[in-house]
């Protein structure tokens, strides 16, 4: 079955804004810590935020502090990513994925990703 779907991905111009959403089901909705990771062009897949079930503990890659936001929606099963002042280096391809208990130390199901790109 399908766990992780994301939706969202686009393109945009620099200082443009995206929000990603991620619809879980099976196990994945049952994992508690849900995250977000991207993967530019060759380059390593990264870490850039993830939240606790209850919404209370979040966490955020450096790079992305103040400009991204991370949420979720258990009665919807769903967890999103709202992306402000976007730059063109964060153009790549976004992976939802679903882990542990806070905080997550490996995560067991993975979306197959949405891809933003940003203009300059």
Known sequence: QVQLVESGGGLVLAGGSLRLSCAASGRAFRSPTMGWFRQAPGKEREFVSAISWSGIGTSYADSVKGRFTISRDNAKNSVYLQMN????????????????????????????????TVSS
């Open 85 to 116: 002042s976007l730059k063109p280096e964060d153009t790549a391809v976004y992976y939802c994925a679903a882990g542990g208990s806070w905080p997550a130390r490996g995560y067991d199901y993975w979306g197959q990703g949405t891809q933003v």
